[in-house]
T-cell receptor, first 114, second 111 residues
Framework: DGGITQSPKYLFRKEGQNVTLSCEQN?????MYWYRQDPGQGLRLIYY???????QKGDIAEGYSVSREKKESFPLTVTSAQKNPTAFYLC?????????????FGDGTRLSIL | GQNIDQPTEMTATEGAIVQINCTYQ??????LFWYQQHAGEAPTFLSY??LDGLEEKGRFSSFLSRSKGYSYLLLKELQMKDSASYLC????????????WGAGTKLIIKP
């Protein structure tokens, strides 16, 4: 079945550690997104990529980094510079940024600090 | 700047009808999406509006008025499984055509 796979489902980070969240899609979508969701809040855009080898900062990019070396993959690294990383992280994709089709989401990764 | 407002929480009775409102301020409106999100899960798509009027999909309908910056999601024949958060998201030129999300409305269904 086509879809978006995020891993791991749960992740724990130690002080000063970088961690990487995986996002893979087999929908042949061009655009991919990373969102952060805090309790009781909406989704906030961290980074997005509209095409391979290109990505843009979203509203809260500080302390995060991404790469888009393959169309299928858009990993997110939460660096030690992100002082409050505890949140629910969602990856999404869409065939084109202006498509009337909805964004498809992975099941999310819940990140906590040890 | 962009702003999206939704009520924080609503309560309704099983079998009834509920309307969840969403108001937005954007420049260069390019579409509005409604998603459902159960606790601890990813959002799932419900509806899309880009032109004024009502879109109906089974028990769910969504309405848009671009001149008023207003949308609502109407849920009929409420079931217990409809207890979830409902997120309104707007795409516009002034957000570089990326979705801006409301904080969501938590809907509680009582028997």
């Amino acid at each position: 079945d086509g879809g978006i796979t995020q891993s791991p489902k749960y992740l724990f980070r130690k002080e000063g550690q970088n961690v990487t969240l995986s996002c893979e899609q087999n929908l042949n979508h061009d655009a991919m997104y990373w969102y952060r969701q805090d309790p009781g809040q909406g989704l906030r855009l961290i980074y997005y990529s509209q095409i391979v080898n290109d990505f843009q900062k979203g509203d809260i990019a500080e302390g995060y980094s991404v790469s888009r070396e393959k169309k299928e993959s858009f990993p997110l690294t939460v660096t030690s510079a992100q002082k409050n990383p505890t949140a629910f992280y969602l990856c999404a994709s869409i065939s084109g940024a202006l498509s009337n089709q909805p964004q498809h989401f992975g099941d999310g990764t819940r990140l906590s600090i040890l | 700047g962009q702003n999206i407002d939704q009520p924080t929480e609503m309560t309704a009775t099983e079998g009834a009808i509920v309307q969840i409102n969403c108001t937005y301020q954007t420049s260069g409106f390019n579409g509005l999406f409604w998603y459902q999100q159960h606790a601890g899960e990813a959002p799932t798509f419900l509806s899309y509006n880009v032109l004024d009027g009502l879109e109906e999909k089974g028990r769910f309908s969504s309405f848009l008025s671009r001149s008023k910056g207003y949308s609502y999601l109407l849920l009929k024949e409420l079931q217990m499984k409809d207890s979830a958060s409902y997120l309104c998201a707007v795409r516009a030129r002034d957000s570089n055509y990326q979705l801006i999300w409301g904080a969501g409305t938590k809907l509680i269904i009582k028997p």
